[in-house]
DNA sequence: TAAGATTGAGTTGTCAATCTTA
DNA sequence: TAAGATTGACAACTCAATCTTA
């Protein structure tokens, strides 16, 4: 089926007959994330942006990540990076520390507060994710999967 | 909790197993669409979102669409879609047409000027989304892969 | 009363410029 | 000179309130 013709349900697919996946992809992004950030914001007053912060620096070992790393993992600016730290700091669920052995460096640190607010928060993304992806995603696939979007916007 | 024992490659998996997915699902749409974004800016100086509407425009008939169904569309709340939309009309490439059947209604209108914009402009995100998406999905999986992320963010 | 759409106020992110240390 | 990080100025989106027509 190539002619633009019968577009049915993916319309919208820019005249090509294999955006279809992409649409979808982005609409699917869209839609996910939109309605997590608005049951963590409504359920407990997080973002799903700051959510991730706490994330990521639970997920290293001492708890702490420079703030470059810090952005890049979270495909963010540097100044959105810094922002995002500066509202946690100012809750406390993060701390800043400047780096000893390159003083041009900042750590961005997990407090405990931190970490105990990531722990009661979780379970409400958690079961958002479950339901609105994971649910959606056969088990088996799923490492093929993980592969393929690890390889998605490289070159 | 479980262990953070062996988490390699897949680290921020919130101390769950199956995150991976979801995780690589995150960062691959950022780094793409981030990408995407830089590169029409800096090529036709238009940003991704003012791209959509045109595509999502140009996609239906009669090249119009009401407020309301261009927003869900565009997975936008209602006044993201008003101010889009306005800044696309100051440029000339849409136009705002009030419904005749429903004057409460709006049309968003695709204009010639608009359609000729988009012509132009699409090479750009086409080869992209080429490059950085439709390259490493493998084309036999892209129907399956179109299903599922239809049905994602659905309950 | 409700639905379509817009507006006002506020939030969050970006770029470009800047400061500091390497 | 360049790299890490922050700051100022600004762009784009969201919610809540509002206006208009159903």
Redesign the interface.
Known sequence: MTGPAI?G????????P?????R????????????LEHELQATHGMSLAEYDVL??L????DRRLRMSELAD?L?LSRSGATRLVERLAAEGLVERVSCDSDRRGQWAVLTDAGADRLGRV?PT??RG?????????P?DD?PA??R????????
């Open positions: 577009d349900e993916h319309q919208a697919s820019d005249r090509e294999r955006l279809g996946v992409w979808a992809f982005l609409t699917a992004h869209a839609r996910i994330t939109r309605s994330v990521q639970s997920a290293v070992g993992r495909v979780a993304p958690l994710v479950a339901r609105q992806f994971l649910a959606h995603v088990p799923q999967l993980t393929m979007f690890d390889r998605l916007g490289r070159s």
